[in-house]
């Protein structure tokens, strides 16, 4: 195997490893060192998944390999990617309108309707990715999953359905719209 060129950094990845217990109480450990459940509820638990990984990851800005322990002796090892941030193209400001282009009144502005997906495999307070992919929403304790959409921009996208997507158990569930 080639060696890379003295002036690359090594390639290193975050290292966690979660160690799941029958109580539902998870150890965190993050490069070697225990990362300690915030202060509210003392101990981690199998729901603190995705915040345990948006910390461990600096909020998706770097992959991370994450080993899950369970208490029945299984286990299992995932990488988790960066999630590439595009920051927006500066809108440029549009002029002052004219006191004759008053505001469309307010009858004419439709508001977005509310999609119910509930879905089987989330696993609770999961990210879910929703496309269009318009936005992100969590997972409720009971695996639903919710998200409101501007008809407008449906019907812009001629969008006839709209996916869910778990982040954490890869569960896809699609629904017409």
């Given at each position: 195997?080639?060696?890379p ?7 290193s990845?975050v290292q966690?490893?979660?160690?799941v217990r029958?109580?539902g109480?998870v150890s965190?450990l993050?490069?070697h060192?225990?990362l300690a459940p915030p ?5 981690w638990r199998?729901?603190?998944?995705v ?10 800005a770097?992959p991370i390999?994450v080993?899950?322990h369970e208490a ?10 960066a999630?590439?941030?595009?920051t ?6 549009e002029?002052a ?9 307010a009858s004419n502005v439709v508001?977005?309707?509310e ?8 696993l609770?307070g999961?990210d879910?990715?929703?496309a269009l ?5 969590d997972?409720t304790?009971s695996?639903d999953a ?8 449906i019907?812009a ?6 996916l869910f997507f778990g ?11």
């Open positions: 195997m080639k060696k060129p003295a002036d690359h950094p090594p390639v990845m966690v490893v979660l160690d029958d109580d109480t965190v993050i490069d060192a225990p202060p509210v509820s003392g101990a199998r729901g603190d998944f915040q345990i990984i948006d910390t461990a990851s600096h909020d998706r770097v390999r080993t899950v029945d002796g299984a286990s299992f090892t995932d990488i988790i990617p999630i590439i941030r595009r927006p193209e500066p809108v440029p400001a002029p309108p004219e006191a004759e282009h008053a505001e469309e009144p508001a977005p309707v999609v119910r997906v509930t879905g089987v495999g989330f609770p999961e879910i990715a929703v992919v318009s936005g992100h929403t997972a304790p695996g919710r998200v409101l959409l501007d008809p407008a921009h019907a996208l001629a969008a006839g359905e709209v982040r954490a158990s890869g569960t896809i569930t699609a629904r017409s719209l």
